[in-house]
Nanobody, 122 residues
Framework: VQLVDSGGGSVPAGGSLRLSCAAS????????LGWFRQSPGNDRELVAA???????TYGDSVKGRFTISRVSATNTVYLQMDSLKPEDTARYIC?????????????????WGQGAQVTVRS
């Protein structure tokens, strides 16, 4: 499975951005896809994930502000990020696992995208 990240950029606090991640390869349509983020000096943090059934999970710090969605026809997932805060500044990295159980997403990552930088200016 190959992942191609796109999106990211720099916005003022309160703004919005959208990330996308396109998955390709054998059985990629059945993979659970999502994002982690990492900034200097901080541990990698789960942002959101979605499986092919449409079940989702979000990190506590983004609940109510970020929305993950999936387009099955193109096997692409999107992360709509609203009400962005300076603390959301990080590199956002797409990830994939064949694990269908959404609660196990963080435990079994098999593939990583190249990542996209998100900068939120205060």
């Amino acid at each position: 499975v190959q992942l191609v990240d796109s999106g990211g950029g720099s916005v003022p606090a309160g703004g919005s951005l959208r990330l996308s991640c396109a998955a390709s390869g054998p059985f990629s349509a059945t993979y659970t896809l999502g994002w982690f983020r990492q900034s200097p000096g901080n541990d990698r943090e789960l942002v959101a994930a979605i499986n092919w059934s449409g079940s989702t999970t979000y990190g506590d710090s983004v609940k109510g502000r970020f929305t993950i969605s999936r387009v099955s026809a193109t096997n692409t997932v999107y992360l709509q990020m609203d009400s962005l805060k300076p603390e959301d500044t990080a590199r956002y990295i797409c990830a994939a696992t064949p694990q269908h159980n959404i609660s196990h997403f963080s435990e079994a990552i098999r593939e990583w995208g190249q990542g996209a930088q998100v900068t939120v200016r205060s």
